[in-house]
Structure formats: C-alpha cells, structure tokens
C-alpha cells in the first residue's frame, strides 16, 4: 500500500484546490522542488504531480517546474494534466517521469491509451475523475455521461500500470475518502486502483489498511499533509507496519 504525496503545479507554485475550483486554490509552497524534496526526506516511496494549468490548457503548462522537481528527488513521480498525444508522453518519460497520467485522453481518444500503455508498459495510468458518479474530463470542467466503471473498463486489457480514481467533489474538502466507490471500482477491473479526494487524517490510512481496501495499490494526500492534518511519520509507519 502507498500513501502518494501531491504536489498539484499551478503558475509554478504548489496549490490545493477545493472541489477541482481554479478559482479555490490555496499555495502551500512558491517553490515545488523544494517541498518535492521535503516529501523524499520524510520517507515517501513515490510523488504525486499534477499540471492544473495543462489540465485545462490541453498541454503542458508547467515543465519548467517539473523539471526542477525531477532534478531534487530520487523517488519515482507520477504526472498528469495536459497529457493529450504520444508525444507529450514519450517527452515527460524521457525527462525522467516514471508514470504517466492520462485522464481527458482518455476518454476522448481511448486508442491513444491502449498504444502508449504497448510501447511503454507499466509506465501508463489512468486518471478517472467522477463527480456524482459521473466521469469528468478537462480539469473537471466537462461532464460526460460515463460512469467510471465504463471508462476503466475500456482498458481492462490494455496493459494499464494503474487507474488513478478521484471523487471530485470530496478533493481538496477534508471530507475522507471515499473508498466505497474506489473499492467497487477496483471489484470492477483487474487493474490497481489508486484512491483520491478527500484524504483528511489517520484514520483514511487505517481504512486503507481494513481487509477490503487491500486491493487497491494505495492513495493520493494533499491538503491533508501540507495543513498538518496528517502526520507523515506516522502514517507511514504504519503503513510499513502492516506491509
């Protein structure tokens, strides 16, 4: 089980949001290498990045801070946000990002997950984001008409590393997570399901480590971390605890 820190890139800076809100973004940190570094010296085994700006954008906004982040740690990062063709993926995997996220992609252009997960196996995963059971695409801004069922199905077989599962409406509110939906997800598919939204204190890490949440490959903490609402010490021992 993994607990992944997020550093979500907006204007260059480390923010929260509230709900996926632009509009609701609280800056935690004016230099993300830094805090990256701090994640890696508490004991993280992996780092969470997202480009809001390339969310929305439709490309990458913020390299020039992922690169700095990528030159300040030694643990794997995963990264999403404007990741939309095969070429943004084959960059960020040469700059040095371990996994990449695909999310808006792919749900409008399925194929182009199913080809970068063949010609870069365990280094593709998926970003479903659900707001009231429905998938949303383009930094939450679009609502379509999937499920998140559907949409994870549609990889089943694809070679896909992990699906990255958001409840929108929880991220970013300190409200818990909701492993109800991400377990029944991940009951759904064989692929690892990794939780996110909505991560608020220890107790979500004693959840993540109930018999059915074993499953799933662990979770994504945010606001939770950076407000102090969770102690990185001790959630991470005992996660090494019950490993």
């Given at each position: 089980?993994?607990?992944?820190?997020?550093?979500?890139?907006?204007?260059?800076?480390?923010?929260?949001?509230?709900?996926?809100?632009?509009?609701?973004?609280?800056?935690?940190?004016?230099?993300?290498?830094?805090?990256?570094?701090?994640?890696?010296?508490?004991?993280?085994?992996?780092?969470?990045?997202?480009?809001?700006?390339?969310?929305?954008?439709?490309?990458?906004?913020?390299?020039?801070?992922?690169?700095?982040?990528?030159?300040?740690?030694?643990?794997?990062?995963?990264?999403?946000?404007?990741?939309?063709?095969?070429?943004?993926?084959?960059?960020?995997?040469?700059?040095?990002?371990?996994?990449?996220?695909?999310?808006?992609?792919?749900?409008?252009?399925?194929?182009?997950?199913?080809?970068?997960?063949?010609?870069?196996?365990?280094?593709?995963?998926?970003?479903?984001?659900?707001?009231?059971?429905?998938?949303?695409?383009?930094g939450w801004a679009e609502e379509t008409t999937l499920t998140a069922v559907e949409v994870a199905r549609m990889f089943e077989d694809a070679g896909v590393a992990a699906i990255?599962?958001?409840?929108?409406?929880?991220?970013?509110?300190?409200?818990?997570?909701?492993?109800?939906?991400?377990?029944?997800?991940?009951?759904?598919?064989?692929?690892?399901v990794i939780a996110s939204g909505g991560f608020a204190s220890i107790e979500d890490v004693k959840k993540m480590l109930e018999p059915r949440a074993r499953k799933l490959e662990?979770?994504?903490?945010?606001?939770?971390?950076?407000?102090?609402?969770?102690?990185?010490?001790?959630?991470?021992?005992?996660?090494?605890?019950?490993?």
């Amino acid at each position: 089980m993994i607990l992944f820190p997020a550093i979500d890139l907006k204007n260059g800076e480390a923010v929260r949001l509230q709900q996926g809100d632009m509009a609701r973004a609280t800056v935690f940190n004016r230099d993300p290498a830094a805090q990256a570094r701090a994640f890696e010296d508490q004991g993280f085994q992996w780092l969470h990045l997202v480009d809001l700006d390339g969310a929305f954008a439709g490309k990458p906004v913020n390299a020039f801070a992922v690169a700095a982040i990528l030159k300040k740690v030694k643990i794997p990062v995963q990264l999403g946000g404007g990741i939309r063709n095969l070429k943004t993926i084959e960059s960020w995997l040469g700059e040095g990002i371990r996994r990449v996220i695909i999310g808006t992609a792919a749900v409008q252009n399925p194929q182009l997950v199913k080809e970068a997960a063949k010609q870069f196996p365990g280094r593709i995963a998926v970003g479903i984001d659900a707001r009231a059971g429905k998938v949303a695409v383009a930094g939450w801004a679009e609502e379509t008409t999937l499920t998140a069922v559907e949409v994870a199905r549609m990889f089943e077989d694809a070679g896909v590393a992990a699906i990255i599962y958001t409840d929108v409406e929880r991220d970013g509110m300190l409200q818990g997570l909701n492993l109800d939906a991400t377990i029944a997800l991940a009951d759904e598919v064989n692929i690892p399901v990794i939780a996110s939204g909505g991560f608020a204190s220890i107790e979500d890490v004693k959840k993540m480590l109930e018999p059915r949440a074993r499953k799933l490959e662990g979770a994504i903490a945010g606001r939770a971390l950076y407000d102090g609402r969770i102690d990185a010490k001790a959630a991470l021992e005992l996660l090494k605890q019950a490993a």
